[in-house]
């Protein structure tokens, strides 16, 4: 079965503009290290994305490269990989991006 034929739209009610998309900001340096991976933006700032889940959703946008993931594919990657229901997935989109965006570690790309 084909990832589209399996495909869902989910509900990313609150502050969230349907269709959002977004993608690693420019100039990070990444690094993977016993399970872990480290991100280092321009200005020196380090984070460390330790659970499985952000591991994931960070190796989805870098993948995307510049066109960037909607926060609806995003959520379907969770949903397939994971098995959770779709309101566990819609929450951790939404709590991980809004985080990445506030430590500027993603961007939102111009509709």
């Known amino acids: 079965m ?3 034929s399996t495909r869902e739209d989910h509900d990313l009610s609150g502050d969230h503009e349907p269709g959002r998309r977004v993608r690693g900001a420019e100039g ?20 460390i994305l330790e659970n499985d889940t952000a591991r994931h959703l ?8 510049e066109q960037g993931l909607s926060e609806e594919e995003l959520v379907d990657s ?27 570690v993603v961007e939102i790309l111009s509709p």
Do not use: C, M
């Open 78 to 104: 969770l949903i397939q990989k994971f098995e959770v229901e779709p309101e566990t997935a819609i929450a951790d989109v939404s709590v991980y991006l809004d985080h990445l965006l506030k430590v500027d």
């Open 58 to 65: 960070w190796t989805r946008l870098q993948e995307a490269g």
């Open 2 to 4: 084909s990832e589209d």
């Open 28 to 47: 990070l340096i990444e690094r993977n290290v016993g399970g872990q991976t480290f991100v280092l933006t321009p200005d020196s700032q380090l984070h």
